[in-house]
């Protein structure tokens, strides 16, 4: 069964570095998020490629695929769906929303006032939408990629605690190399290639991967180095909150899915080390700044916290 998520993975991984160039740490960052079955934010400023590494992944599976862009005047109702009234049946029938696809794109998430973001936070932590007193479930597999420009403040709304901890990771994508951005030159002068990938691996594939990952061996030792590393950062002098529960258990689960992307069916201690950063930095609530306000010192914060916590041998 393993050996199935590992093909999946690697399947997944070289469909999309045909249009993400240059960027295989992002990309396994994306499918080892929804090997997990958690969600990822991509953190950057405009124009590097985070919509492009969404749409890659979305195209990548042949599932459904939903792009939300977040606005002011954008609707929880435009999110979830809503009841609408059926005159020739003379009852309500539930139109639903584009939240009911197996990928969904939120770009620009943070431009959506908290009502509309607080919509799709049950999506997320739920994987269901309640509507006028029914709740409805979301397909499965199910995975949010949401993007937002961290240096632009004026007309965002800043992301509430609560929701950044239904995300397994946050990364960014970076500036490519100048010879990646040559390349890129070359492959985007008839079009976008993304449009033209085709999928990969069926919905089907990607649930049965998901359950596999469960299966993927954690040594206790390692699990009471994950713990250390939890634990430290409720105790950091620079941290007013530290990593939550439900943050421990989203990291162990991300440290599994990165043993799969490495054809591994157990952790190591890499594993551990090379995840702490992108899925803990988001979770913990630094002294004196808001949360997010500045990402680069927060990273090097859990960064210097992992050199004190000992590596198991």
Known sequence: MTENAFDTSRLLSANIEKV???KHEVVQMLVLSLLAGEHVLLEDVPGVGKTLAAKALAQSIEGSFARLQFTPDLLPADITGSMIYRSDRHEFEFSRGPVFSNVVLADEIN???PRTQSALL???SDRQVSVDGNTFPLPSPFIVIATQNPFEFEGTYALPESQLDRFLLRTSVGYPTREVEREVMSTHRMGEPVENLKPVVTATAVGEAQASVRDVKFDDALVEYLLDIVGATRRYDG???GVSTRG??????GCQARAVTESRDYVTPDDVKNLAVAALSHRVLPEGIFQGANRQVVEQQVSDLLQQVPVPV
């Open 248 to 253: 421990a258990l989203s990291f162990y689960r």
């Open 20 to 22: 993400l160039l240059g």
């Open 122 to 124: 049950e999506a997320m």
């Open 111 to 113: 431009r959506a006032p």
């Open 239 to 241: 941290f007013q909150v």
